[in-house]
Structure formats: structure tokens, C-alpha cells
């Protein structure tokens, strides 16, 4: 019945929209985003192994650092088009300044969990992050699938310093602390190789700006770009005197 299924992925998609506005419209806690430089944060979600050997080597080569969004019971999986980071990568990642950020353990849809469902998968999460550091004071997390949801929206608020979503905005003024705009880097490459013009804008009018990937790839899956693409993107962000920083410490920054 392909036109039942079309209709359902309709709704689905329009549900989850409409979810998305009333995450947003409705804050627990915001973040006024007054910056004088502008501020480019790295982030990876779930996280390919590409996205260190690749992706943070390439960060580091620039002398900055990026926030890498950990589920734990992604770690060590083989997919048939990727390979997730181990647990001892998460270590090097950590020990090389990078910040370790949450992404839930089971990296289901957060609206899809009950709240006694969501505290146990924050802290079993919370268990695994803190095998790679011991993090001082509260986390950042990044939604799966950039999902956030209205009735758990506190939790988010009460357990985490911020939680990044989607939306391909740059973060400026009052913004939802507990749904951070995110811009993704993903295929096909030459969107991903434009994302520089996003750069500029966020020179022009300062903000922050939080871009999120997947893997680093010579073959790139679907949400991920190539090692050249992403080298682009880094060198240009610290040519162009933008502040290239962890969300971690962005913050900082910004509540200065
Ligand atoms: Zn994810």
C-alpha cells in the first residue's frame, strides 16, 4: 500500500515538525548569544571512528579542538557502512582536549522513551562518559536523530548544560539552551563544501555557529563528508578569525 505508507511518512514528518517548533518556542532555560568574535564549534554525533582518525586529527593540525556526542551502546559496533569509535579512541579523544559530549546511550528518539526510561539511559550513559573523564559539573548533549521532545524537555534542562538539535541556523540573541541550533555537514559534497558561506555569515553578524558530522571518509556516507571537505571548512573558520572551540567552551565565551 504505497499510498498509506506516503501518507503515514506525511504525518510522521509533520508531527515531528510541529514537535520541533514546540521544543523550541517553548524554553525551560535560554542562552542570550552576544558574542563579539564570532564562534565555530565542531561536533560530531554517535561517533565514527573516521571522525577521530580523521576528523580530530584534522581539528588538531589546526590547533583546535571539537565536542565528540557519545552513545555508549554505539561503541565498538560494526554497521555496513561504518565503524563506531571504541572506548579507548573516546579516551585518546578526551586526553587530547577534545570534549566529550552525551548522546544517549541507546540512541533511540528521546520522545519514543518514558522519563523512568530516559534517567536510566542518561545514567547509564553517564557511567560510560565518565570512564573517559571525570567531567566537571553538568554535560553537553546532542539529540539522536536531532529529536527533542515536549514533555521531557525539563530533564534535558536540569541535567544538561545544553542540548543541540538541528535546523541549520547559527545560534544568535536568546536562544533555547536545551535546543541549540545545529548545521550539519553531509552529502552531497558540494553542499557540504558551501557550508563556507555559512562561515561568512557568522563572521558578518557574529553568533555561534555549531556545525555537526558524522564520518570523515574518502567515501563518505550519506551523513558524513571527506577529510578535504572538512580541512576546508576548519582552516577557513580559523582563517577567517572565528573563535574554534568545544561547546564547552564556547560557553564561556559567551557568558562572559
Ligand atoms: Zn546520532
Given at each position: 500500500?504505497?499510498?498509506?505508507?506516503?501518507?503515514?511518512?506525511?504525518?510522521?514528518?509533520?508531527?515531528?515538525?510541529?514537535?520541533?517548533?514546540?521544543?523550541?518556542?517553548?524554553?525551560?532555560?535560554?542562552?542570550?548569544?552576544?558574542?563579539?568574535?564570532p564562534i565555530v564549534s565542531f561536533t560530531f554525533d554517535d561517533v565514527p571512528d573516521t571522525a577521530h582518525s580523521a576528523g580530530a586529527k584534522i581539528l588538531e593540525?589546526?590547533?583546535?579542538?571539537?565536542?565528540?556526542?557519545?552513545?555508549?551502546g554505539l561503541l565498538g559496533k560494526k554497521e555496513p557502512d561504518r565503524d563506531l569509535i571504541s572506548a579507548e579512541?573516546?579516551?585518546?579523544?578526551?586526553?587530547?582536549?577534545?570534549?566529550?559530549?552525551?548522546?544517549?546511550?541507546?540512541h533511540k528518539a528521546v520522545r519514543t522513551l518514558s522519563g523512568e526510561e530516559l534517567r536510566h539511559d542518561f545514567?547509564?550513559?553517564?557511567?560510560?562518559?565518565?570512564?573517559?573523564?571525570?567531567?566537571?559539573?553538568?554535560?553537553?548533549?546532542?539529540y539522536p536523530y536531532n529529536q527533542g521532545s515536549l514533555r521531557h524537555r525539563q530533564a534535558f534542562a536540569k541535567r544538561y548544560t545544553t542540548a543541540r538539535g538541528g535546523g541549520d541556523r547559527i545560534n544568535r540573541g536568546l536562544v533555547n539552551r536545551s535546543y541549540l541550533w545545529g548545521m550539519e555537514i553531509r552529502q552531497?559534497?558540494?553542499?557540504?563544501?558551501?557550508?563556507?558561506?555559512?562561515?561568512?555569515?557568522?563572521?558578518?553578524?557574529?553568533?555561534?555557529?555549531?556545525?555537526?558530522?558524522?564520518d570523515i571518509?574518502?567515501?563518505?556516507?550519506?551523513?558524513?563528508?571527506?577529510?578535504?571537505?572538512?580541512?576546508?571548512?576548519?582552516?577557513?573558520?580559523?582563517?577567517?578569525?572565528?573563535l574554534v572551540l568545544p561547546v564547552r567552551d564556547a560557553l564561556q565565551h559567551i557568558q562572559e
Open positions: 500500500m504505497p499510498f498509506l505508507s506516503e501518507a503515514t511518512s506525511k504525518l510522521k514528518y509533520v508531527r515531528d515538525r510541529i514537535t520541533e517548533r514546540a521544543v523550541r518556542a517553548l524554553p525551560v532555560s535560554t542562552l542570550n548569544v552576544t558574542c563579539i568574535r593540525d589546526n590547533g583546535v579542538r571539537g565536542t565528540f556526542y557519545i552513545a555508549g579512541g573516546c579516551q585518546l579523544l578526551s586526553q587530547s582536549g577534545h570534549e566529550i559530549g552525551c548522546h544517549t546511550f541507546a545514567d547509564r550513559n553517564a557511567e560510560v562518559l565518565d570512564s573517559f573523564d571525570l567531567s566537571i559539573g553538568r554535560r553537553n548533549f546532542a552531497p559534497e558540494s553542499d557540504a563544501l558551501s557550508l563556507v558561506r555559512q562561515i561568512d555569515a557568522v563572521v558578518a553578524q557574529p553568533g555561534w555557529l555549531i556545525f555537526f558530522a558524522h571518509s574518502r567515501k563518505p556516507t550519506p551523513y558524513g563528508c571527506t577529510p578535504d571537505t572538512f580541512s576546508v571548512l576548519v582552516r577557513y573558520a580559523v582563517s577567517k578569525g572565528c
